[in-house]
Nanobody
Framework: QVQLVESGGGLVQAGGSLRLSCAAS????????MGWFRQVPGKEREFVSAITSSNVIVYYADSVKGRFTISRDNAKNTVFLRMASLKSEDTAVYYCARRLLSGSGSVEHSSGYDSWGQGTQVTVSS
């Protein structure tokens, strides 16, 4: 059974930085494409970033491009999201997710992911 546990969220001032971590267990982490999504109350879950199993390809939402960096350490079964130049609109619960092994289509669609963490709150004060 796949388990994903996020950490690293918190309260930060606008312009600051945070690094989120997602520790995975229950399978061959190195073979998974991993994604980060975020959600605010009353809105749909929003794609943030994704990284393929081999670190070859990374994806970013336009809203975070140039400010966020996704990376992974397969030896530690962990995926990271480095967030810099944070804005108040980045405030959300952030989730990591494992993409379906047979997934097709855009990595931006949450329906293409089958395992999710519990989320970690990021609050950016202006």
């Amino acid at each position: 059974q796949v388990q994903l546990v996020e950490s690293g969220g918190g309260l930060v001032q606008a312009g600051g930085s945070l690094r989120l971590s997602c520790a995975a267990s229950g399978g061959i982490f190195g073979s998974w494409t991993m994604g980060w999504f975020r959600q605010v109350p009353g809105k749909e879950r929003e794609f943030v970033s994704a990284i393929t199993s081999s670190n070859v390809i990374v994806y970013y939402a336009d809203s975070v491009k140039g400010r966020f960096t996704i990376s992974r350490d397969n030896a530690k079964n962990t995926v990271f999201l480095r967030m810099a130049s944070l804005k108040s609109e980045d405030t959300a619960v952030y989730y990591c997710a494992r993409r379906l092994l047979s997934g097709s289509g855009s990595v931006e669609h949450s329906s293409g992911y089958d395992s999710w963490g519990q989320g970690t709150q990021v609050t950016v004060s202006s």
